[in-house]
Structures are given as C-alpha cells and as structure tokens.
C-alpha cells in the first residue's frame, strides 16, 4: 500500500480484481511531502522520479499520481469510481494553491500534463497530452497573465491537436495538413516564425478539423482533464504497448500510473526551452553529457522531430544561469539514483523545472561500461551494479553482429529480403548450401556456408557444425534447429514461410517478391532480428576483454550463488566454454561425436550389425582426452548416449549398393532396408532409447565407460601432479530405481577393471539425468542406493529439462511452435515453457525431488542441463531451489554468470538476515 494524500481520504476497493487501494492518488512537488519508499509498481516510474526528486530537493512543476491499480479498475469497468474524480478535484486544489494559480480560471489559468508513467520504461508506447485546461476563455485568460498571445494560441493549438489525437482518435496528419496550409499562406517553414494572427488562424483550423471528424472539443478544463486520464490508462492495452510488451518481455505488471503534472512552458519566447539529457552517452557508456534542447519549444518538438534539436551542450551558451543549475541537478541526481539518468526539462523564463528522470536505457557496450565507472567512482557496489545490467546486454556484445551504422544504412535496409523467426542472436555471412554435404564441402575449401534448409534433423548436424549460419523455412525457436543453433552460438533464423526452397534446382525463391536465390549465392542472417539479407555484410567480433570481463568477475565473487557450467561436446567447444568462464562441463552428448563423415559409417555397422565397437570406443577416448585437457580439473559430465538409435541410420532414399558394401551387407539392399525398417519405432522419443537402449544392448554402457575413464587415466599418466580430469558419468533416461541401479553397477565394475588394468585410481562419479517424471517422484529412492561395499551409488541428479517438459507438459519440444505462441497470445501460458521452466509444473517436480533426494543424502549435487540452464528467469528459480549449477551452451555461459550473480544479490536482498539459499552442497567446487 502507499500513503493516502492529505487532502484526499478515499478508497476504492475492487475486491472483483482482488486489490485495495488507500490513496489512490498520490500528490508530488510544491507543498506534497515525498512518499517514505514510493513503490514503483504502484506510482510507476515516473512516480517515483518525481518523489525522489521533490525529496532530494530538485524542483519539479507540482502535481499528482494516480495509481496504477487504478488501471486495472479503468480497464475493468470503462472508468474510474466517482470519488476518484472527485480526488482529482481535491488534489487539483492543492496545486492552485501552490502555484497561486486556478484551473479553468479565465483570468490566470493553470495548465496540467497528464503522461503515463508505468514501472517499466516504455518510451512512446502510451499516451502523453499535455496544456490540459485551455478553452476559448482561458487561452485569453494565458495571454493576459503572461503578456504573451502568441504563446497562448500557441499551446491551445498544441492541445486541440494533441487531444484530437489522442483522445478523439482524429488522425494526426488531419492536424498537420492544416498546419501546413496556414505555414504556406503566411510564407513562412518553420511554425514558430507563425504570428499570433497565423495561430488564431490555425487554431480556427483545427476546430474545422474536429467538425470533419464528427468529434467535439470539450471546452469544459474537468471533462478535458477526466477525458485524457481515461487516454492514458486506456493507452495500457493500445496494439503498440501490448506489442511492445511482447517483444521486451515484460509481464507482471499492474498497468500505467497517469501523472497529472502542472505545465510549465518552453514556449515563451528566447528565454524558454526544453530537452532530453542523459547523464552520460547511452550508446558508449562515456561519461559525458548526451542530449539536445530547442529554444521556444514544447516536448513533443524534440522527441517528434518537428524542428532540429541543438546539442545539450549549447544550451550553457544561451541559457547559461539554467544550465548551470541543471547540471548540478544531473549530478545530484546521479549520485541519489547510483544510475546513468534520462531527463526531461523545461526552461520557463529562465527557470528551470525538472519534468521527470529515470534510469536511462542503454546499449550493451554501454551498460558494462557504465556499470563500471560507477563502482571505479564510488557511486554503488559492484552487487549494485550487478542488477543495472539486463541479460540482452550480454548478448549483444557477445555474438557477433552488425555494426550500429551499417544497420541504418541503405546496403542493409534495402536488401533485407525476407524476415523469419530470431532463432540464434549474431550476425552470419555466408553462401548458401542447400544440403549438409555443401556447407561441409565449402567449410572445407575454407569458404563461409549458410546452409538453408525447408528444415533440420539430427541428419544435418555435421552441415549445421561446419555451418556459419543455419536459415530454415519451417519451425520455431525450440526446433531443432534453433536449440543446436543457440548451443553452437551460431546465429540462426527459422521460420522463414516465405522461402520456398527447391534442393533439386539450386533455388531459394522469395514468395512474396518472387526474387530467385541459387546456391552458392552470398546472404547475410541477423539472428538477432530474424533479417535476412541478399548481400554480404562485414561483421564485428565479440571479446569477454575490458568492462564486460570486469563486470563478470563480480557476478562469479557473490556469495552463494550458482556455478555456471556449460554443455560441451567436442575439445574446441570445451575450450571455448572455459574462455567464456564455465566452471567446467555439465553435459556432454556422445552422441554428437557420432556425426562425422568418417565416423558415422562405423556406428552405423556397431547398431545393425554389432561389429566394431572397439572402434566406436576409439574416437569416443579420443575425443574425452581433448576435453578432459580443454577441462584440466573442472569437472567433466559426460552423458552416455540418449538418442533413440534411428537417429544415425540412413533414410530410404540413401540406401544403395554401396551403403549395403560399406555397412556389411555386400549388395544386398534389401536386406539393408529390412534391417533398418525392423528397428522402426512409432514414438521413438518415447521408445528404445537412453538406459533403456544400455540395457537392450548392454555392451554399449561398458564400452561408453571404458572410453571416458580410460581418457582420463590417459592424462593422468602423461602428468600424475598436474593432470587431474574429474569425470562425472551421468546415466540417461532413468525412470526408476531398477534401471539406474543396473547401469551404475556396470560402471562401477569398469571402474574397476579399468583400475586393475592401469594400475591406480581414476577419480569419478556416477550420477543420472532426471527428465522422467517418474524419476522424480523416487528421486529420494535413487538417491539412497548403495554399491555392494555400502558406498552410494549415486552422487548427483541433473535435471535435463528439455525433456522433463516434454514429458510433464505432454508436447513435443520440435512441434510446439505451431500453438505455444497462440497459447501465449491468448493467455494459456505467460511464456515459452521450453524458454522459461514452467515454475507450476516442472518446477514443482524439480523443487521436491530434490528436497526429497537431499533429505536422504544431505551432499548430493544437484544441477540443470537444459536450454533452461541459460535462461535468466530460470536461473533465478533454480537459485531459490538452492541447486548447485546451470549448464548451458558455451555461448549462453556470460549470460547465466549475470544472472547467476544477480539472483544471489536480489536474495540477499530479499532475506533480512541474508540466508544462504536452501541445501546448497557447498562441497561442489565447480
């Protein structure tokens, strides 16, 4: 709750939407003593800018909030409860008497504002009118009491032209035609070489425009004023505002606050102005003065670009008394808020008035920079800085992208040819390859490829690896394609209807322009906007160097917060995660290390013919080597393999007599296609896979666990003192206490025999990945289990979300795409499940198994490895389930160390005595 005004005691209670008010409307500036801790939820923040203003001693034009609770009963009912409006009154009365002025007064009227103001910034989204209160008797009443016609038929245009717009849905251009055709009959380009004559004249005009329209200005100043604050909280649920919630994620908010704020005017001639300022540059971060201002102006002249702003700089030339004074504000400002501001003025005869400030936005390069200096300066903590900095911060200087200008210029615009889905942030230049075989071929010229397919299967990995860029026409942002895209950190668009791709030609047609693409053509993706463009482009590189590395440092030093390991399946990707700060491997697929053209022929002759899994087992040694080394004495997490084995045979289509050579069946083909159609499964998702598949052919588990602790035990003899890999062996697809038993027992008498064979102990331990919802129901079953010396059996779970959603959810991860966004539009779901961990559903699973598990064996480790692991909201769930560690894809690394850190610091925030998160094993070293 916040404080009710004094001159204001009502409550509206809306028990229908289930919130009380007191103090729905809560008074800022002149007389009005500040709010103790304005809640920004409930004043928004423009609210709270101007109580901490008035309470830091900033002058700003007096005023009031209505609250955002308000919103919701205005978007209930089509209006606000009568005592509202008659507290609207009440609060009016206040501010007359501060400013010895009287609304509707025919002889020194006061003029209001009224802006929205929601908890999270949403510039232009919602609506703003401002010189509230002039009619055809108080605009004269204005001119007599400032001695200025021309600024009174001045702002009364302005407000016929604001209101007709905003209020009465009359079209702006109706407005500006007029404008125009008055501008051309007195001669004259820019509006305020307008006479007060010219302005009567438009202003006549203007009313003209309402007649056209069949609408009516209201010339009562209360129906004005009651007419813009249902504007504004209508503007809350505009297409724009909606659209612009939906593409910055923004939910849980109550709705807008309207600000109903005294004017002061910028208008009054050579010693007036306004402009917007940021306390330092938003693009680079530099500590310097960024904006522009106008002389003789109102806001919307700067921020709708009617006349050319001059830089903020200027201003010290012209109104040199104001300008002092308002950096002295800037700074004051600055150090009460610890943040880089964004601010609006105004210059009224001399005097400067604050109109608002808040947090500014700011590009990535920036936030880290900023975040930065204002430790070095002494201005707030670096737990404090932590939280000045959003996730897409990260991203945007991690992938590699465009360059800012090369975005705005015509060699970008004008080639952009079709627009898909954002399916992997950064920026791809590269030809085009229709089918895996052509990306691989050119990536082994040396040559860039983007392969473009109608959409991917686990057949185009290796296409996909030796891709720079993956486009597709079908598919959504959990397919295939997108989830490996985003692991690799290679950008990706999917999605692209309008594609019509043609393998057999060589063609890539665009549907709606009938353009025709052929392979071996250079495009471009933006993975960032789901662009594609016909040219290519030149590209910036990421660096984890400079602020950003600073920045990371402090998100890994906070106290009890979650490790950040990542998924990692091959040497270079291991080292990639630890040049990125992984704390070491939390997933590892083998089966990735099965795709390679030379080796895919083998594993394909183990599956039908069970030959030759000595040399699977080759590679697979091989391949742990490199990143046990990349590793050192990290932890490693190796999964043994998951898919359903259909995965790696050929399709019907590639079957031919030299398949059948080459896979053991001489020139039987059909005896090939009999071998390959009696393995078919109807739900192979559901069917023969994981430790299912172990313990169909339980040579597999053996050979899998030779491989990993023989790799280890080969860098332990190359340097006993310095070489220490630590492999975790994680058993998949468990669904009960039977089937993990048997696998780990098998691990353990390889441990063994391997042991024996060596000649020392390989360090390791045995775990399983939980995505069978059975599973965690006996998770503390699992978690009990002993080997036959008495020693547990299982030493950590990690939670494989992907498929623990598919399961719980009961939706397929590569089909969802086709309904999770109607769901989301209509609803259904407030995100992306397979984005964000369903808290309700799997969440639940994920909290009590481990509670349970942790209850029966108090140090078991307990992590994350699915697309979940890099999700900031996820992270932020997954701290307060007290587990151990995400792992996410290399890329995905520098984002869930910010978050990692920034889930701790708002715990320790949120908890009066800092109370470590529950259960944390804190002998996990990560």
């Known amino acids: 709750m916040v404080g009710t005004v004094e001159s204001t005691s009502t409550t509206v209670e809306t028990k229908d939407i289930g919130i009380d008010i007191e103090g729905p409307i809560i008074p800022f500036g002149g007389s009005a003593e500040p709010q103790g801790e304005p809640d920004k939820a409930i004043v928004g923040g423009k609210g709270v800018g101007l109580q901490e203003m008035t309470r830091i001693g900033v002058e700003v034009p007096p005023g009031f909030t209505l609250t955002t609770p308000l919103c919701q009963v205005y978007e209930k009912h089509g209006d606000l409860p009568a005592e509202i409006w008659e507290g609207v009154k009440e609060s009016v009365k206040r501010v007359e008497a501060d400013m010895g002025k009287k609304y509707g007064d025919s002889e020194n009227p006061l003029l209001f504002s009224c802006r929205s103001g929601a908890a999270v910034s949403m510039p232009g989204m ?51 035609s007029k404008m125009e055709q008055v501008k051309d009959d007195a001669g004259v380009y820019d509006d305020v070489e307008l006479t007060v004559e010219d302005l009567k004249t438009l202003v006549e005009e203007y009313k003209k425009v309402y007649q056209e329209h069949d609408k009516e200005f209201p010339e009562d100043p209360y129906d004005q004023l009651e007419a813009c604050v249902r504007a504004v909280f209508g503007s809350w649920m505009s297409e724009r505002a909606i659209k612009y919630r939906e593409i910055n994620d923004i939910g849980n908010l109550i709705g807008t606050a309207a600000n109903i704020q005294t004017m002061v005017f910028g208008n009054m001639g050579e010693s007036s102005g306004t402009g917007v300022a940021f306390s330092r540059d938003p693009g680079t971060g530099e500590n310097v003065l960024y904006g522009e201002y106008l002389i003789n102006a109102q806001g919307e002249d700067v921020v709708a670009g009617i006349r050319t702003p001059e830089p903020i700089a200027r201003m010290a030339e012209v109104l040199p008394e104001a300008y002092k004074q308002f950096i002295q504000n800037i700074e004051k400002l600055e150090h009460h808020f610890s943040d880089m501001q964004d601010i609006e003025f105004t210059v009224e005869n001399g005097r400067l008035w604050m109109l608002q400030c808040r947090s500014g936005k700011r590009t990535g390069q920036a936030a880290f920079k900023i975040a930065s200096d204002l430790v070095d300066e002494g201005l707030c903590t670096p737990e404090e800085a932590l939280l000045k900095i959003e996730p897409d911060h990260v991203k945007q200087i991690l992938h590699p992208t465009f360059p800012t200008e090369l975005l705005k210029s015509d060699l970008y615009t004008s080639n952009v040819v079709a627009v898909g889905l954002p399916g992997g942030p950064g920026a791809a230049v590269g030809k085009i390859a229709l089918t895996s075989a052509e990306a691989e071929t050119m990536q082994a010229a040396g040559e860039k490829a983007i392969l473009v397919r109608a959409v991917t299967s686990p057949e ?109 399946d091959s040497g270079p990707d291991a080292a990639k995660a630890a040049e990125l700060g992984a704390k070491g491997i939390g997933l590892t697929r083998t089966e990735h290390m099965f795709f390679a053209p030379e080796r895919l022929p083998v594993v394909r002759r183990w599956i039908l013919r069970g030959e030759g899994l000595d040399k699977v087992q080759e590679f697979q040694r091989a391949d742990f080597v490199e990143i046990f080394r990349a590793m050192n004495d990290k932890p490693v997490t190796v999964r043994l393999l998951d898919p359903p084995l259909h995965e790696f045979l050929p399709t019907k289509a590639q079957l031919d007599e030299s398949m059948a050579m080459e896979l053991g069946f001489g020139t039987d083909v059909d005896a090939l296609s009999e071998q390959i159609e009696s393995m078919h499964e109807e739900n192979p998702m559901l069917g023969l896979r994981g430790c299912r598949l172990a313990i169909v052919r339980p040579e597999l588990t053996g050979m899998q666990a030779e491989a990993i602790l023989n790799a280890a035990a080969d860098l332990m003899e190359e340097d006993m003192e310095n070489n220490k890999p630590r492999p975790r062996i994680m058993i998949p697809l468990v669904g009960g206490v039977a089937e993990f038993e048997r696998q780990a027992k098998e691990i353990r008498r390889v ?133 151990d560690y995400v792992s996410c894809s290399p890329f995905r690394v520098p984002v869930a160390r910010l978050a990692a850190g920034q889930a701790a610091v708002r715990r320790a925030k949120a908890t009066p005595n800092g109370a470590k998160a529950a259960d944390r094993v804190k002998s996990f070293q990560g």
Request: some cysteine; proline content about 3%; charged content about 25%.
């Open 126 to 176: 919602m609506d703003t009118v401002l010189n509230i209160g002039l009619n055809s008797q108080t605009v004269e009443g204005l001119a007599k009491s400032t001695g200025n016609e021309r600024f009174a038929y001045d702002s009364f245009r302005r407000l016929l032209d604001m209101f007709g717009d905003v209020v009465l849905g009359i079209p702006h251009e109706a407005f500006e």
């Open 751 to 883: 441990a063994k025999q391997v042991k024996d064979e060596r000649g020392f102990k390989i360090p390791y331990e045995i775990g399983t990945m939980m995505e069978v919802p059975r599973a965690t129901i006996v998770a503390d079953q699992i978690a009990a289990l002993k080997d036959d010396d008495g020693n547990p059996l299982c030493e950590f779970f990690s939670y494989g979300t992907n498929d623990l959603t598919q399961m719980t959810l009961g939706i397929s991860r590569d089909d969802a795409g086709s309904f999770i966004p109607k769901y989301i539009e209509e609803g259904i779901y407030e995100v992306d499940p397979f984005v964000t961990i369903d808290e309700e559903g799997v969440g639940y699973l994920v909290q009590s198994s481990a509670k349970k598990a942790r209850m029966t064996k108090s140090d078991l480790s307990l992590s994350v490895c699915g697309e979940h692991g890099g999700d900031p909201a996820s992270i932020n769930f997954f701290d307060e389930v007290g587990l």
């Open 460 to 568: 185009d990995v290796g296409g996909m690896w030796a891709a720079a860029g993956v486009l597709t026409e079908r598919g959504g942002m959990t397919s295939h394609a997108a989830v490996v895209a985003r692991g690799w950190g290679k950008p990706c668009v999917v999605g692209c209807g309008d594609l019509d791709i043609d393998e057999k030609a060589g063609t890539v047609t665009i549907r709606s322009s009938g353009e025709v693409l052929k392979a071996g053509d250079a495009i471009s993706l933006n993975g960032s906007t789901g662009e594609v463009i016909k040219v290519a482009l030149e590209t910036t590189a990421p660096s984890l160097e400079g602020d950003l590395g600073v920045v990371l440092g402090w998100a890994d030093a906070v106290d009890d917060s979650l490790k950040v390991l990542a998924n990692a």
